[in-house]
């Protein structure tokens, strides 16, 4: 059944495999982006199943207007993909606080905005699919990647509270965790390296930059097929609420949940014995 897929960062990378994904079977699609002509020139001309508007996620006033026209459009919105983004590598105290704030305002707060915009018409429909793209390093930490590590977590939470929230409303939500796929986080435009730098870091970031820009269009995830996956999942009755992506992101998730469980039973076996005054922690 055609559904109203409204993606974000359909201009390249994942949104726009996304995009031609849905196009290619039969939804009415609405792709957003900051540059427009990106995405004009990525999808081809004027389509009747397809509207091309302008949003920077980190505008509310830009997603409510996104909202509205694609609502004149087509008149609902089934699925939202909250695919934009963007990537601050770095070690924490070399990335400056403005960088951290940025990194915070694109990857948590725009799909927030979006989202934020776009619930009221999903709600009035009483149906609807919130999809958001997270990624591996949102549930697992590692190197280099504090700031963005920090913002994925944050919408980690949000997204797994969000869903009680709005489920009564015949709204359903998915996180989607990728490893690494050949999409254009790595890219020029897409990737911002730390402003400031200091000497105790600077070998490690020295070989930790090369090995981040090495890295780009070598990533083993397939983006194609990750967009079919996701459009399988949009068309499901009852999607999960996680779906883990690439073989690389699976072994880190469950490296991860095997982790907690033995910090967690490390935890009780150390409760009887740790005591604050006269009561037990």
Known sequence: MSKVVFITGAGRGLGRNIAREALSVGHQV?????RTEDIEKTLGGPQDNLLVTTLDITSLED?????EA???RFGRIDVLVNN???FFPGYFEEISPAQLRQQIETNLFGPMNVTRAILPAMRQQRAGHVITITSALGVSGMEFTAAYTASKFGV????EALRY???????RTTVVEPGFFRTDLLADGSRVWPELSI???????????????SLNGKQPGDPAKLARALLTIADQDEPPLRFVAGADALDAVQSKARALLAQTEESLGQA?????GSTEV
Do not use: F
């Not at 609405?30 to 900051?34: E, H, I, L, M, Q």
């Not at 980690?156 to 997204?159: A, H, I, S, T």
């Not at 000497?199 to 820009?213: G, I």
């Open 30 to 34: 609405v792709a957003t982006g900051r």
């Open 63 to 67: 997603a409510q207007t996104a909202t």
């Open 70 to 72: 694609s609502l004149d």
């Open 84 to 86: 934009a983004g963007d």
């Open 156 to 159: 980690e939470g949000w997204m």
């Open 165 to 171: 929230d709005v489920a009564p409303y015949g709204i």
């Open 199 to 213: 000497e105790d870091y600077a070998p490690r970031t020295a070989l930790m930059t090369e090995t981040w820009k």
């Open 272 to 276: 009887g014995h740790l005591t604050l």
